[in-house]
């Protein structure tokens, strides 16, 4: 039956349904006894529930509002926000089960976008070590005006969700939370708290009674290398401080099998340097090229800081550089989730028919969608994708972060 016969339910109805698929960004596609499709959130595949429709364009979505026949996989969430705040959207399962329906819909949308991809390249999801209080930093928002809010948004709308306290958040970001919510001068606006493994805690944007607005230095250690990292609060950080090491060995493991020349490896979309210095004791030299100022203020002074001789962060934008900077085997692409500009991957692709160079490219991203999409363009150039190894970078969520590796 057509999703689109709009005349079917109406805002605010209430239908019984079936689960049948989580698919991308965890949204659960169901249907009626009559066949008609209902989406919504937070149900596992299998269970019977009640959905209450707020939205009937472009497809029927709604809230579940009761769970009739719960699947024996359901668990009690760890946070009593969970289905209200629009962070998390998987505490219904259990850990391992959430990274499975990960995987899943990782195939899905490869197989899906991509004609003839073979999916036994993608390897399972590599776990988190920890699956909550993972989080480093956090954005808060606030409402000032009514009964003094903070929290989050609630999914899909404009609602924010008062909280007390993050389960996926350090707990040292949930300390300031609470601070923050006693202090005399309720914060005006949004703020963020950034923590760090070493016991490093501040406030951005807003002025508190205990804690500083400043840079916070971090420490990062992998396979025996030991790099600190000094962070603005303008700057990107990668937000799970306990799967960064399990990330970057990956990428320096890829490194240091493969046979191709180690004399220059490239660091596109650089950030404060976090990379590049992983990967510096494998290659005679390492440039990095950022668009950020901040993120390269941090990364200068982090060169410094670490005394580190064979890497040189340079500030612009990828896509006006890349023409004409020199690229070498191994080019190392981490991009934003907007991915990477087609006129880079269109810069890499003539001078791999040119020279024969970049010969490997380890692409990581946040973003499966914008990682697809630029995948068929490489592919296009001829290179081949040799493996996609997820890691949950994001616990509890949907999202995750990929390393693809491809090969001339």
């Not at 399972?124 to 808060?140: A, G, H, I, Q």
């Not at 963020?192 to 805690?201: A, N, Q």
Request: with cysteine; glycine share 4%; net charge negative.
């Amino acid at each position: 039956m057509n999703i689109y016969n709009y005349a079917m339910f109406n805002k605010y109805d209430e239908v019984i349904v079936r689960v049948q698929e989580i698919l991308k960004e965890a949204l659960c596609e169901c249907i009626t006894e009559d066949g008609v499709k209902v989406y919504t959130r937070y149900a596992i595949p299998g269970e019977i529930v009640k959905v209450k429709i707020f939205s009937t364009r472009p497809y029927y979505y709604g809230d579940v509002v009761e769970v009739i026949s719960p699947s024996s996989l359901r668990v009690q969430p760890a946070c009593k926000y969970f289905g209200q705040c629009g962070g998390c959207d998987l505490q219904m399962l259990p850990y391992q089960e959430q990274l499975k329906v990960k995987k899943h819909i990782l195939l899905k949308e490869f197989q899906k976008e991509i004609d003839g991809f073979d999916l036994s390249v993608i390897g399972d999801v590599v776990p988190s070590p920890k699956e909550l209080n993972y989080r480093n930093s956090v954005m808060f928002r606030v409402d000032p005006k009514r009964r003094r809010r903070i929290g989050f948004l609630k999914r899909d709308t404009n609602i924010l969700i008062d909280i007390d306290e993050c389960k996926i958040s350090s707990e040292l970001i949930n300390y300031a939370l609470k601070k923050v919510r006693e202090q005399k001068n309720f914060p005006p606006h949004v703020f963020k708290v950034r923590s760090t493994t070493t016991g490093d805690l501040v406030v951005n944007q807003i002025e508190t009674e205990e804690f500083e607005d400043r840079d916070v230095i971090e420490k990062v250690r992998v396979d025996d290398i030991e790099f600190y990292f000094k962070i603005s609060r303008e700057s990107f950080f990668q937000v799970n401080s306990y799967m960064i090491p399990v990330w970057l060995s990956h990428i320096r493991e890829e490194i240091k099998r493969s046979d191709c020349d180690k004399s220059l490896g490239l660091d596109l979309y650089a950030g404060v340097g976090l990379i590049s210095f992983f990967v510096s004791d494998l290659f005679d030299k390492v440039i990095g090229v950022e668009i950020s100022r901040t993120s390269v203020r941090n990364a200068r002074e982090n060169i410094e800081m670490n005394n580190i001789k064979n890497v040189e962060v340079l500030e612009g934008d990828v896509a006006k550089y890349i023409d004409s900077m020199p690229v070498g085997d191994i080019v190392i692409i981490d991009p934003s989730r907007n991915g990477i500009e087609e006129r880079v991957i269109s810069s890499i692709g003539e001078r791999h028919s040119r020279e024969g160079k970049p010969r490997k490219i380890i692409y990581s991203s946040c973003n499966y969608e914008t990682m697809i999409r630029d995948l068929k363009l490489f592919i296009s150039l001829g290179y081949e994708v040799e493996k996609v190894t997820p890691f949950d970078m994001f616990p509890q969520t949907h999202h995750l972060e990929l390393v693809a590796v491809l090969s001339d």
